[in-house]
């Protein structure tokens, strides 16, 4: 058994200007994991192909309690790719849909992470907040390259070409990562309708202040996005390592009181008895 439990604290907003909400997000906190996905698409279906990875991975996941992380991380990832893949040939008007796919999975004191396009992972940890994936990105490969400036990857129109998605090709490969889990961690998965908007200082910011309240959180970055203009579907999961015995005083306080003696005991027994 882990030292610590975990909370969850999910949104999945539309955002300002689209009109469709293209993301999707799943959590099963008692499994142990969370998925989040930023559909895409020529025509149609980039909502259809977002919802098809985070179904797919939960009830891969699901079954899979018993095989190494990492392995059962690339095994969903592969699943989610094909059924993304045969839903397109089956209805040629979903042609080209796909869509990103990032996810931590939880077990014991480790998470492995693992993601597909430019849906981010973080890590909130003593005052710090770290990234924890490299963007599947044109704008990202700019950066790496030292070809583009941090301002103009930010301005940069290209900024959300994604270079590797699920449903584009017969294989995609996610990137893996595996990480110890330090009790008060805060990890944070979001899509770009986030990131693209509210910058790393000021994610940091926020999580400095609220992250005693997950779900405030959670609510507030969403409010940031907006606030800075909401041009993307905004998707986020906060995942905060809880201590094991915070969440075992509410069952302690439950404990059923001794029975008092005497007159009172026998007051209550009849009352009990009468329906009362």
């Known amino acids: 058994m882990s030292r610590y439990t975990l909370e969850v604290a ?41 919802k098809l990875a985070t179904q797919t991975l939960v009830s891969q996941l699901a079954t899979a309690q018993n095989i190494a992380p990492r392995a059962a991380a690339h095994a969903a990832f592969a699943a989610a790719n094909r059924a993304i893949r045969e839903r397109a040939r089956a209805e040629p008007t979903l042609a080209g849909m796909g869509t990103t796919l990032s996810a931590a999975w939880f077990r014991g004191d480790r998470m492995c992470i693992a993601h597909v396009g430019d ?49 584009a090709e017969d294989q995609v490969a996610p990137d893996l990562g595996e990480h110890e889990v330090v009790i008060g961690d805060v990890y944070l998965l979001c899509t770009d309708g986030l990131h693209d908007l509210v910058e790393d200082a000021q994610i940091a910011n926020a999580l400095e202040v609220l ?66």
Request: a positive charge.
């Open 10 to 50: 999910a949104r999945c907003e539309l955002g300002r200007v689209r009109k469709f909400n293209e993301d999707s997000v799943a959590t099963d906190a008692a499994r142990g994991f969370v998925g989040l996905a930023d559909g895409l698409a020529p025509a149609k279906g980039a909502d259809l192909a977002a």
């Open 119 to 167: 849906s981010r992972v973080y890590r909130w940890r003593g005052g710090r907040l770290e990234r924890l994936t490299t963007d599947h990105s044109f704008v990202q490969a700019q950066l790496a390259a030292g070809a583009m400036t941090t301002d103009e990857a930010r301005a940069s129109k290209s900024r959300h070409l994604v270079t590797r998605v699920l449903g």
């Open 211 to 276: 992250e005693g309240n997950i779900e405030l959180a959670a609510g507030t970055l969403v409010d940031m996005a907006n606030d800075r203009g909401g041009r993307d579907n905004i998707s986020l999961i906060l995942v905060r390592a809880k201590p094991r015995t915070a969440a075992a005083e509410p069952a302690k306080a439950k404990q059923k009181e001794p029975e008092p003696h005497g007159f009172f005991g026998w007051l209550r027994s009849k009352m009990g008895g009468e329906g009362h």
